[in-house]
């Protein structure tokens, strides 16, 4: 390990380049969801798959989504300090020089997108690169600092992970997969909206235009009950086109059901103190959830009926 200096509040503080840090750039929690809506997307494709290769698929997705995020936190260092949620990362911090991080980022993704490739076939290899390259380029470095949109269409670098799964077995995409990715699209707003709401100070103080900072409350709020009437559609498209049956309907009817009420409560609210934000709150770890036992339903009902 190397000794890193890094310039803070003008200083120079002297870290060692620890293990712990490297997997912090892989920002790991986030990772959880992107890894389970691949791996379903690779249980719910047709044919089969050796269980060596679906591992190597799904952890040739982890890292990919590791290395998209390390490549974020490289080039938003200094955002982050100045945001409190984000000050203690590894670069903010100090414990880590931006280097070091660009290279690990650059490097992950090519041994990613490579193993992928050799494992199962080039075209899964050929997503995920293109998802890498959305949400490094397009999202972090042309759309995040520059349109309060920015994670509506950033938003299709996370939906991308079920259709890697799926092409990782099938080696192309057909409908089912299209369907599960316009599900992730149509809920990352709602789902990302309401965290911003509560730590909208964070973002202005960042100088980040995200949707509270730029529009205020009651525009994100009724941009977030809209959001989730078109996410509602996406959610039971499986069922009105006949790719899912009563399984993945049942669930997705309740489940859409409830995320409706806790969005418009969002909708409802009046409440200008990012601390007593409930109803934001609520509805942002529900979403989680929401995503979770859809994704799950989907398997269980393609298992069901094959």
């Known amino acids: 390990m190397t000794t890193l200096t890094f310039a ?7 870290w060692p380049a620890h293990w712990r840090d490297f997997v912090a750039l892989t920002k790991p929690r986030v990772m959880t969801l992107v890894v389970f809506t691949g791996l379903c997307g690779l249980l719910a494709a047709p044919g089969a798959i050796h269980p060596v290769l679906a591992f190597t698929a799904i952890l040739s997705i982890a890292l990919g989504a590791g290395a998209a995020a390390a490549l974020n936190q490289w080039y938003e260092a200094d955002i982050d300090a100045r945001m409190k949620r984000t000050a203690n990362r590894p670069l903010p911090a100090g414990r880590m020089d931006r280097q070091s991080a660009l290279h690990f980022g650059v490097g992950l993704s090519f041994f990613s997108v490579l193993l992928l490739g050799m494992a199962t076939n080039w075209f899964a290899a050929a997503v995920l690169a293109v998802s890498i390259l959305f949400y490094v380029l397009v999202y972090t470095i042309w759309l995040k600092p520059r349109t309060p949109q920015n994670i509506v269409i950033g938003g299709a670098a996370g939906a991308f992970p079920p259709v890697i799964g ?3 077995v099938t080696g192309d995409v057909s409908a089912l997969p299209v369907a599960l990715f316009m599900l ?104 989680i959830l929401y995503l979770f036992i859809l994704f799950g339903a989907i398997v269980a009902d393609r298992w069901m009926l094959a």
């Open 8 to 14: 803070h509040a003008h200083s120079q503080v002297h």
């Open 166 to 168: 799926w092409a990782a």
């Open 184 to 287: 992730i699209f149509f809920w990352t707003p709602p789902h990302f909206w309401a965290l911003a709401l509560f730590v909208r100070p964070d973002y202005a103080a960042a100088g980040i235009p995200m949707l509270p900072v730029v529009s205020g409350e009651v525009a994100t709020r009724r941009q977030i009950w809209l959001y989730t009437a078109i996410m509602a559609v996406a959610a039971l498209a499986p069922v009105l086109l006949n790719l899912t049956g009563l399984v993945y309907g049942t669930v997705a009817l309740i489940g859409t059901a409830v995320f409706a009420v806790l969005a418009f409560q969002v909708y409802r609210n009046h409440e200008l103190d990012p601390a007593r934000m409930r109803p934001e709150r609520r509805l942002f770890k529900y979403s």
